[in-house]
């Protein structure tokens, strides 16, 4: 009858290497999906997108200014209008002069789009042909 003497591999002990196949595997089917549904996500409708252009505002003295603040009061120049139908009324004497005169839009930063979406579908049952949003230029990025 046979004895072990001494040190003998059991089969107890632990396994230091890492197994990396499952890691393999997952990294190969994460690579097949990337390469599958990239082609997908960068299709699109082939259109001519319109250009950025930053052009100073032509101030004559026949355009008309509107401002609408935060709270959805709109200004004609610097008198305050009651409601849509006087802002209706007085575009609708500017539409029909000639030249037509321009209509810019000042909208308070804060303020709802619908406000300004007020003054522009007003200007459209007008005539008004041309309107503008006056902005703040961009900011250099040294001057802040």
């Known amino acids: 009858m046979g004895m072990a003497v001494g040190p003998a591999e059991s089969e107890d002990e632990a396994i230091s290497s890492i197994n990396t196949t499952p890691l393999v595997d997952v990294m190969l089917v994460l690579l097949i999906i990337f390469l599958i549904t990239v082609p997908v996500v960068t299709q699109s409708i082939a259109l001519q997108l319109p250009q950025e252009r930053n052009v100073p505002r032509q101030t004559a003295p026949e355009n008309v200014e509107i401002a609408v603040n935060r709270d959805g009061d709109v200004y004609w120049g610097m008198q305050r209008l009651r409601d849509n139908d006087e802002l209706f009324k007085r575009l609708s004497e500017v539409a029909v ?40 230029p961009p900011s250099s990025p040294g001057t802040r």
């Open 97 to 136: 002069r000639q030249p037509q005169p321009e209509v810019h839009i000042r909208g308070d930063l804060a303020g709802r789009y619908e406000h300004v979406g007020r003054v522009v579908f007003a200007a459209q049952r007008a005539g008004i042909q041309k309107v503008g949003f006056v902005t703040e």
